[in-house]
């Protein structure tokens, strides 16, 4: 039973390109949640998505950032014109259903913008 | 909104020794209190959760326990082993939301041979 997961698991990007970052939930998870850790740091939310759905984004930035979640296919995290200060790793995890009951972690993708 | 403080930010223990990280959260309402373990360069690791109607679970080596008056909890480990040095996140979800997870900052714990 595969766990969440992640690519790439790193990703180096030059300022003012953009990063795209994907994850797939667990098997049987409909719920994603993205996380971002800078070093040394904890886990802050960004955002909470169901298929087709934002329900929660109260921890995005107000610019450049958007996250997605389509009917088919993995979910989407995605920065535009990254600056260095987007350099973290950036988490997803999933659950089965609504609540934070239960969410499990994927590797992470570690993005360093140069 | 929710803030939880964590400590202590460091912690080195011999090994078969027990180990206690601690943690208070401001959002009495919050019902749901998980705690990840974290190694490098890895996805933190859901080890043990507690809900607020329950004051102590156990699981093998590591036990939580929540004072939901004094609004904390804590997370106990005995018998360390050296699997056990990583860094140990402890978390609440708030009354505002049911689908976020509000962190503390970590504990690193080291266990010494």
């Known amino acids: 039973n595969a766990g969440v997961m992640q690519n790439p698991r790193h990703l180096v990007r030059r300022r003012g390109q953009e990063a795209r970052l994907r994850c797939s939930p667990m098997?049987?998870?409909?719920?994603v949640y993205w996380y971002r850790q800078l070093p040394e740091e904890g886990l802050k939310f960004m955002v909470y998505?169901?298929?087709?759905?934002?329900?929660?984004e109260s921890g995005m930035p107000k610019e450049r950032f958007s996250a997605e979640f389509p009917k088919e296919g993995p979910s989407i995290l995605r920065i535009q014109q990254v600056v260095r200060g987007d350099s973290a790793a950036y988490f997803c995890a999933s659950s089965y259903g609504e609540g934070a009951y239960e969410q499990y972690f994927g590797p992470g993708t570690r993005l360093t913008v140069t | 909104g929710e803030n939880v403080e964590q400590h202590p930010s460091t912690l080195s223990v011999q090994e078969g020794d027990s180990a206690v990280i601690k943690c208070t959260y401001s959002d009495s309402a919050s019902n749901y209190f998980p705690w990840y373990k974290q190694e490098l360069g890895k996805g933190p690791q859901l080890i043990i959760d507690i809900r607020s109607n329950v004051g102590e679970k156990k699981d093998q080596r590591i036990a939580v326990t929540l004072n939901k008056t004094a609004k904390h909890f804590s997370l106990h480990i005995t018998e360390t082993q050296p699997e056990d040095s990583a860094v140990y996140f402890c978390?609440?979800?708030?009354?505002?939301?049911?689908?976020?997870?509000?962190f503390g900052s970590g504990t690193r714990l080291s266990i010494r041979p």
């Open positions: 098997k049987g998870h409909s719920h």
């Open positions: 998505l169901q298929k087709e759905n934002i329900i929660d």
């Open positions: 978390a609440a979800t708030p009354s505002s939301s049911a689908s976020k997870i509000i």
